[in-house]
C-alpha cells in the first residue's frame, strides 16, 4: 500500500512532506483498541471520502508486531511486505507501562510509525506535522525539554524522567516530574487530535 505519497522522492529544497499525507499506525490506538493482545491479528485500513485508501495485517507476538501490507515504487509492482517491528515498554512516572514502536530505521522509539515503500517513524521519513498542530506539539516537546534540562538531562523525551541530582529537593523534583507528565499528555493528545482529523484508522 504505502502512503498517500507512495513511490515520492524524499523531500528536498523547498517542500516538506506533512504527516497527514502518509498513512499511519498509532501504537496508542492499537493498546486502546486491544489490537496488541499478544496472538490477536488484525486488518487497520484508511479511508479518504469514504473510499479505502490503504490497508495493513498487524500480527500481535510478544515482543514485536509484524506488519503486513502491500507496497510499491515510482508506479512500478505491487510487492508484499513483512516486516517485525520490535515493541518495547517503558515505565510511566505514575506506576504504568507505555508501549513504544522501535523504528527499523534508527532504532530509535516511536509512538507513530508512518508508511510510504516502508513503515518508519517521523524522523525517517523527514516529516512535518500540519502547522496548526505543530505549534501546540512544539510548545510541549519544548517546555518539556528545558525541564529535564534542569536535571541536568538533554537527551530523547521517549525516556523515563531522568532521577534527582544532588542538590534539588524533592519537593521540587516532584512538582517537576508531575509538569512533565502533563506536558507529555497534551503532546499526546494534540497529536492524536491530530491524526483523528487527518487520517483516522478504522478497523
Known sequence: MGGRGSGRSPSYGWHVSKCHEYHAVDIAWLVREGLLKVGRWSTVT????????????????????????RTRERGGEWQGVQEDVPVVETATNFGGRRKWFVCLSCRRRCRILYGETHFRCRRCHNLKYESQY??????AAD???????????EGSLDEPFPPKPKGMHWKTYFALERADEQLGQI???RTWEWLRRTDPLRR
Open 46 to 69: 484508511w479511508s479518504s471520502r469514504g473510499k479505502e485508501t490503504g490497508s495493513i495485517r498487524i500480527d500481535s507476538h510478544p515482543d514485536f508486531a509484524r506488519m503486513i501490507y
Open 134 to 139: 505543530e505549534n501546540a506539539i512544539g510548545r
Open 143 to 153: 517546555r518539556r525539554h528545558a525541564l529535564r534540562k534542569r536535571l541536568g538531562y
Open 187 to 189: 503532546w499526546a493528545e
